[in-house]
């Protein structure tokens, strides 16, 4: 069948399912150098556009969508429902094209993360009710869905997940092998232990489904143009973007790149490296199995976690997809240096049963039915992987009003909630919940093409591993991100990573059993943090703080712009405070360190993974009010140590002439003193809750003044202390961290943070008056610390609360070492 036939078939036969019509019909084979046809419009002019596109062109537009598969018209879709006016999606070729069209079409309720959660909830939500809102099918099946647990970890893995659902909505269920094979007779049970059911999930056509959605937005005012490719994006000097095409330009408010594995390319415009790249994702169809037929209602999706493929019915056969070990995976890598090749959209790649055989070997072991079923195709198409597999959503920092919803590993189950996500926070100034897991400012400079591939192999391999507490994984590491004692430390401890940086974990001794050793139980770590917490109570202890991110913030508005942004009053010069900045509706949008340099300058310390989200919060508002302010991040250029502990005082004075005693350098203040000859810049503050000190110094010094402090500090116990003891004393000092007892789902009087919100200052600050509205009604929570009797299963995070059988509440961070 020629590429004519293929668009004959798709344009003459609607009534062919999705199935028949972009898998076996109208699959085309993408070869390097091959000629596919597209409808190229580069030929038009503008005057042309409504007589090809079959509608009048709009020149200006609130908001531009960029990229025509489910998330992008899902994005048109809510906007369009929420009231916006003027929204425009535009799409190069095809509505689908890229990777929706081929997708498997799983949905699920279930992920491992609590906020992902909320999106794949809302997405199949509006799946439910789509098909009666827009009279256009969508094609959900929901016969729930089995994930398999054939090993001890597994049931452990589901167990942890099982304390941390109860406060969902959504219902999740850890059953037996006797229920396992009363939802899925086909199996064979040999070596099932336990499963994890989630009733509603199932599988969705994603063709009918963008198809509804786009109905949806042109319902509710849309305007959806293709093909209309995008072939330059220029931002003006206002923060809007002129988008251009072939058939004219759009002045557009804002930008949404929802593109696909042609995010890079659409990136790229505007100066973006964006950090993803298509993978070979294949799954194979079978022909009707007479014991499939057989069944009266449709069997559950299966994921045999263990044999790391999906299963799921396709009419009276079985679809089943795996995923490779990361060392047979294929990436399409050129197009990450080369582009993706012109005209290429509804295309498939070459299948490879080969590469895919261990895992249809296990299926078959799994699903006997599959032994003698027939084979009728396998779908070989690109999906877009990030390194770390979660999609990047939101405002991209370094630019205005260019949104970004791109990266998606699973586009379809995330589709629905993105949009809805996205649109909220578009349309409000703020996200609806904390997401930044998902935030596309996780990533910057120090994320090259190979650390790219490499995590993306890691991640596509690892897709069906056992998801512990505290997982590390080590592809592409270390980066450029080095601290200038990290070689220094890196042999001592186990290194995590945070941000491109590496950062100890904890550190070993003679006689520790050493390395990661991941486990639901106490592992290797838990007795030498103990040790590092009594070091640290008793002794003295230095730690390396360098991720923490630093920004500086000076010129003529620099006290106005920050009095705005945060709720505490502005710190003297030489003085430091803890500092809030909320959002609209008064939730907590960051925490930061600000310390008073000299007279408008300002050095702000965050954590080091809310680098670019705290970044582009700073930037945006002082954009968008005309603040004249010079912002810059310091993050790389310096590094930072901290000293904590009784002795910590006897250490440094050793090394300096400046009065370190309680009159002579007060708790908050900044000095710019000398230790051993080199300049340092130090603030009396510990996140410990013991004494000591913050040490902020030039990354080219940094390793002579540790060794120097390790040197002046042999006769007072000096030693290396981790993250995971910090953690563990800023806890029982009952000290707030930000993503831990606050973020955007919460305000700060719910937090205990009421000493540095300061609502009776002059500056209107962004949520005061949201704020005083909250503290007027009265709160309906509150943070609490509770401390548990437990021997070897701690919690971790997110476990639900119950008090006489009813939840009460959630955990939200643990990691504690209580040493009497």
Known sequence: MSHLDSYICYIQFPQVTWLELCRWYCCRLYRPGMQHLTCDPSFLSSSDAASVLGKRWKDTAETVIIGGGCVGASV???????????????????????????????????????????????????????????????????????????????????????????????????????????????????????????????????????????AGARMYGAQIYNPAPVTGLSPRADGKWDVQTPHGTILANRIVNATGFWAREVGKMIGFDHPTIPVHHQYVVTATVPEVKALKKELPVIRDLEGSYYLRQ?????????????????????????????????????????????????????????????????????????????????????????????????????????????????????????????????????????????????????????????????????????????????????????????????????GDETGYKPSFRRTNWFKPVGREYQLVMEKVGVIDLTPFAKFIVKGKDSNRLLDRLVANTLPKVGVTNISHMLTPAGKVFAELTITQLTPGEFLLITGSGSEGHDLSWIETEAQDGGYEVDISNVTEDIGVLGIAGPNSRKVLQKLTNEDLSDAGFKFLQCKSIQLAGIPVRAIRISYTGELGWELYIDQKNMAAVYQAMMEAGKDEGIDNFGTYAMSSLRLEKGFRGWGAEMNSDTNPLEAGLDYFIKLNKPADFIGKAALQEIKAKGLKRKLSYITLDTDNIDPEGNETVWHNGKKKASILFVLGVHVS
């Not at 990777?99 to 906020?115: K, V």
């Not at 199949?124 to 827009?134: G, I």
């Not at 629905?416 to 400012?441: A, H, M, T, V």
Request: proline fraction near 7%; glycine fraction near 10%.
């Open 314 to 510: 396709e009419r009276d056969g079985l679809l089943f997809g795996p995923y490779e070990k990361m060392e047979k995976m294929k990436l399409q890598d050129s197009w990450v240096t080369d582009g993706v090749p012109p005209g290429f959209g509804k295309e498939l790649f070459e299948s490879d049963l080969d590469r895919i055989m261990e895992h249809v070997e296990m299926a078959m072991e799994m699903v006997p039915v599959l032994k003698t079923a027939d084979i009728v195709n396998i779908v070989s198409g690109p999906i877009t992987y990030t390194p770390d597999l979660l999609p990047m959503v939101g405002p991209h920092q370094g630019v205005r009003n260019y949104w970004t919803a791109i990266g998606f590993g699973y586009g379809v189950i995330h589709a629905g909630g993105i949009g809805k996500f996205l649109s909220d926070w578009i349309r409000n100034g703020e996200p609806p919940y904390d997401l930044i897991e998902c935030d596309p400012n996780r990533y910057s400079k120090w994320v090259d093409v190979p650390f790219l591939c490499a995590k993306a192999r890691e991640s596509y391999g690892f897709n069906n591993v056992v998801g512990y507490p505290k997982e590390e994984r080590f592809a592409g590491r270390p980066t450029y991100r080095q601290s200038g004692v990290y070689q220094l430390l890196k042999d001592k401890g186990s290194m995590g990573f945070h941000a491109g940086w590496e950062q100890p974990h904890w550190f070993y001794k003679p």
């Open 76 to 214: 048109a879709y809510h906007l369009a429902k929420s009231g916006m006016k003027d929204v425009v999606l535009l799409e190069k070729s095809d509505l689908t094209a890229g990777s929706t069209w081929h997708a498997a079409g799983l949905t699920t309720y279930y992920h491992p993360g609590i906020n992902l959660k909320k999106v794949h909830y809302d997405s199949l939500k509006l799946y439910e009710r789509l098909e009666a809102e827009t009279g256009q099918a969508v094609g959900l099946h929901q016969p729930g869905s089995v994930r398999i647990a054939s090993s001890p970890a597994r049931v452990d893995e589901m167990k942890y997940q099982m304390t941390r659902t109860h406060w969902h909505v959504t219902e999740q269920y850890l059953i037996g092998p006797e229920k396992v094979k009363e939802l899925f007779p086909l199996l064979n049970m040999d070596k099932v232990l336990a499963g994890l059911y989630t009733p509603g999930d199932g599988h969705i056509d994603p063709y009918s489904l963008t198809m509804a959605l786009a």
